[in-house]
């Protein structure tokens, strides 16, 4: 459904404690913009990813439950992604008191930053910060990094469109890291499946498989490198949001 810019405001969530149907009502408004506002519906997408981020340490039921209304509103990223995004770890999901220390964690050391994806070959990879390279040793020590401005090219994966594992009446860009040139701890039972917010603003579940079942342990977001400089009211907010939390 077609939105004007001017309806927004009065769509608008509270940043600090809103309603999660409230959130997706606002992101729904935004999906609606024309081709001559993706600009400001791409910020705005993303401004409520981070803000939900910021609101999961205080908020968790609420903020999970925006993540999957939001997500649930994607479809496969169209145009497919090609080259180099960015990305955040928006939270993790596998329980309060795990959460808090990744959260915390997280805040001091995340060496992922973000993906790289190669559309013509439906492949891609990890792109993580130099500071990766000891623990990765430690935990894979016979896996080798791949060396990429100033960090590394890690755990490649293919991809594919097909229909959610724990959404499946949702088509997804499935990321599936199951191959022989990954590492079999951990890595290739992860499976990324990811979706286009608005164009340019894409949000992912994090899924990891036990016992044949495919369990959401977290969320993360993506944007292409070159939409990803610093927004001033994007991370005032989030900064509002995180202080509060």
Do not use: C
């Amino acid at each position: 459904m077609a939105t004007r810019l001017t309806e927004l405001p009065s769509l608008e969530p509270d940043p600090l404690e809103p309603r999660a149907e409230d959130v997706a009502r606002y992101v729904a408004g935004l999906q609606g913009l024309s081709k001559a506002n993706a600009e400001f519906a791409r910020r705005a997408s993303w401004n409520q990813i981070r803000l939900a981020a910021a609101r999961a340490g205080r908020r968790p039921d609420e903020a999970h439950d925006t993540l999957n209304r939001i997500f649930r509103l994607g479809v496969p990223p169209n145009p497919p992604l090609e080259g180099a995004t960015q990305g955040i770890m928006v939270t993790p999901t596998v329980g309060l008191v795990p959460d808090l220390g990744l959260r915390a964690l997280a805040s001091v050391w995340m060496p992922w930053r973000g993906k790289r994806f190669d559309a013509g070959s439906q492949t891609g990879d990890n792109l993580l910060m130099a500071s990766a390279r000891w623990p990765t040793r430690v935990l894979w020590p016979s896996y080798r990094l791949e060396p990429l401005d100033h960090g590394y090219a890690a755990f490649p994966f293919r991809t594919y469109v097909g229909p959610g594992s724990v959404d499946p009446d949702r088509e997804t860009l499935k990321i599936d890291y199951d191959s022989g040139e990954n590492p079999s701890l951990l890595i290739r039972d992860i499976l990324d499946e990811l979706v286009q917010v608005v164009q340019g603003a894409y949000l992912g579940k994090v899924l990891l498989r036990r016992r044949d079942q495919w369990r959401l342990i977290g969320y993360f977001a993506l944007e292409p490198s070159v939409a990803a400089a610093p927004e001033q009211d994007v991370e005032a907010q989030a900064e509002a949001a995180t202080a509060v939390a």
